[in-house]
Each structure stands twice: as structure tokens, then as C-alpha cells.
């Protein structure tokens, strides 16, 4: 259906051709194009809208304004997002904004339309000013879209890694982690992949040998980890980025798939008591703490968490990082709040030490 603008719209957007703002003696705002061009050039009927990016500025050099009304006509131009209506424009201040032109449905040839904006003095509402900027496009016929070409048959790899391409913390003094790649043909033909050359930090195992994937068949990889680095002195870690290059029978035949491992060192955490006991306590009385020493034995710092505590117990641990080299303390007194008796419990310890995530110390003491 062609649509049939009004003649008065006509009429209006005919007064508004200039493409400068019209101020009044007491020049508040204008309009601006920032696109740098002076319309929306040509338009295919069955085009998507066109966007044109406008700018409101306060030229008045000393006053504060409120754009008071903004809108934008006939209908097949509108705000698609922002409208600057409202807004406060400290001097030489400005909003951006777009407009959009919509050609579904009119006639063939130019299109006519335009903004306008209304302004006052926030200080004085007597001085005032309006700008306007007119819009026009030549709407041409409907384009007709170039006719899909048909695919050649051809392999297409897929490369992606199972869990993560960023492998770590890899610990120097722990066992080698793994990447896993998966590749799969995503294409028509068979998928040959000739060669896998991995980054100096990752070794393919079992040694690469050339495979053959059917359409829609996939193959996972893995690669070991090898700790081959040498971390900084004074640094806990190192990172190690690469990529790795797969050779297949598309093309281009080299594909990469891009890999990093962060390395570390292990902290380790020696206690120096198997188990505590406890000052007796009067009940009801202050209690005295017992402790015993906490030691980082590793190269990295140890992170500790007070666990579980036996509710005869109350515990407390001086660190909650130790660096690497140093000590801590865990302090332990009897709970004076408890029945008078004789107790035994543990204190847990969680730490980020792989090897011992839970440390568990039996406790003992009385209540008297």
C-alpha cells in the first residue's frame, strides 16, 4: 500500500528546508549534523530505516536552558531512541540524539520532514528560543537482494577447547594439569587434519599422528602441561600465552586456536602439634588461650579459614594469609560458659593448600 502524506506536512517541512538553526534575537540552542552529511541520501523502499545523528547544543554562552518540547515530523521520521525533551544544557553544553526515516510505503522520490526543538532560560522563562532542522530523502525503488550463492562443498574445522583455554593455576611442585581441544568438521566434506603444532609450554599426548574426520564427527585432544618455566625470584606466578596451530585440507589450511597457562608455586602448611591441650577454666571465669605455631613451608602464600570449632572450644587464628617462609598462630581456650566437666573436640582449618585442604586438631581441656 503507498502512503499519502498531508499536504499541510508538506507545507510545514517547505518552511523548514533551511539545514541552520533559526534562533531568535536571544539565540539559545541550535541543531547540528554529526554525520557531516546534509540528509539521508537515497532509500530503498524496502530498505531498514535510516539513522541520522543530530546534536543540540546551548549557544548562549552564559545561560542555563531547558529544551521545553522536541519532535519531529510527518510520521515516517521519529526518535528511535533519545528524545531530547527535558533535558538541562549547562552553557556550550549539548545532547545528542538520533533520527530515524522509515520508507515502507511512501511514494517514489524526495521525502520531506523536520526537527524541531523549543528552549528556555532556566533563570528566566521569558527569553526563549526555537531551532529547527529539516529533513529530507529520496525514496528509491525496492532493491532486490543478489540471489544466494550455492555453497561449494567443503570441510569446515571447528576448534574449542572442553573446559577452558586458560589452564591454572598450574603448581611447579604438583602434578602436570591438562587442555583438552576438541575439533570437529562443521563442514560438507571430510575434514583431514595433517598436523598439530602446539606452543612450547603444552605437548600433545599421545605424539600427533594425521586423522580424518566424517562430516559432523568430532575428535578430542589433549594436551599435558609442562612445567618447563622458571618463575621470576620474588614472583609467586608466571603466565604463558600461545597458540596452537592446526593444519587441515580447507582453505586456508592453517588454523590457530589460542591457549594460556598461569603457573605457580604451591604454598604448603606444617603444624607444629598433632593435637592441643587446653588451660583448664573456672567457669564462668576468664580462660587462657593455649597456642601452637602455623608454618608456610611452601613458595606461595597460604590462605587459611577457621572451620568447625567444638562448642566447648572458642578459636581464633592470628593470620589469615602467611607468606611464604613465615609462621601464624591458632589460639584455642576452653568455652568458661560450659558445664563444669571434662571435653574433647577439634578445630578445623581449611587452607589452599591442595595437598591438605582440611587441617583437623584435636583439642582437650576442662571446665572446673
Known amino acids: 500500500m503507498i502512503k499519502i502524506r498531508n499536504l499541510s506536512a508538506l507545507l510545514v517541512s517547505a518552511f523548514v528546508l533551511s539545514q541552520a538553526s533559526i534562533a531568535n534575537a536571544d539565540s539559545l540552542i541550535q541543531i547540528t549534523n554529526l554525520d557531516g552529511t546534509i540528509d539521508f541520501g537515497q532509500v530503498a523502499q524496502n530498505a531498514t530505516p535510516a539513522v541520522m545523528n543530530l546534536m ?8 542555563t ?33 538520533q533520527v530515524r526515516f522509515n520508507p515502507a510505503g511512501l511514494n517514489l522520490g524526495p521525502d520531506y520532514g523536520f526537527v524541531s526543538i523549543s528552549a528556555f532560560d532556566a533563570a528566566d522563562a521569558s527569553v ?19 540471489p544466494t550463492p550455492t555453497p561449494v562443498p567443503a570441510p569446515l574445522s571447528v576448534l574449542e577447547c572442553v573446559d577452558s583455554c586458560a589452564v591454572g593455576p598450574q603448581y611447579l611442585d604438583a602434578p602436570a594439569l591438562t587442555l583438552k581441544v576438541r575439533v570437529t568438521n562443521a563442514g560438507s566434506l571430510p575434514l583431514s587434519v595433517n598436523g598439530v603444532t602446539p606452543p612450547a609450554f603444552l605437548q600433545l599426548d599421545p605424539a600427533f599422528a594425521a586423522f580424518t574426520l566424517g562430516v559432523g564427527q568430532s575428535r578430542v585432544l589433549t594436551f599435558d602441561v609442562l612445567k618447563n618455566v622458571t618463575i621470576p625470584v620474588g614472583q609467586i606466578g608466571a603466565k604463558k600465552s600461545g597458540q596452537i596451530q592446526f593444519t587441515t585440507n580447507e582453505k586456508p589450511a592453517i588454523h590457530r586456536l589460542s591457549v594460556s597457562v598461569q ?11 598433632a593435637q592441643m591441650a587446653v588451660p583448664s577454666v573456672v567457669k564462668g571465669k576468664y580462660a587462657t588461650e593455649a597456642s601452637i605455631d602455623i608454618h608456610n613451608v611452601g613458595k606461595a602464600p597460604l590462605k587459611l579459614t577457621l572451620g568447625t570449632v567444638s562448642a566447648a572450644f572458642v578459636a581464633r587464628l592470628q593470620k589469615a594469609s602467611i607468606p611464604a617462609g613465615q609462621s601464624g598462630k591458632l589460639f584455642v581456650k576452653m568455652n568458661s560458659a560450659m558445664k563444669v566437666g571434662t571435653y574433647s573436640g577439634k578445630v578445623v582449618i581449611t587452607t589452599n593448600d591442595p595437598k591438605n585442604p582440611k587441617v583437623v586438631i584435636p583439642v582437650a581441656g576442662q571446665v572446673q
Open 128 to 146: 526563549q528560543d526555537s531551532a529547527y532542522y529539516s529533513l529530507s530523502a529520496m525514496v528509491v525503488p525496492a532493491s532486490t537482494p543478489p
Open 56 to 63: 543540540v547544543q546551548n549557544i548562549s554562552g552564559d545561560r
Open 65 to 97: 536552558v531547558l529544551l521545553s518540547s522536541a519532535y519531529v515530523a510527518p510520521g515516517e521520521y521519529d526518535f528511535p531512541s533519545t528524545n531530547p525533551f527535558g533535558f538541562l544544557l549547562f552553557p556550550y553544553g549539548s545532547i545528542s540524539f
Open 263 to 273: 603457573y605457580s608455586y604451591l604454598p604448603e602448611i606444617s603444624v607444629s602439634l
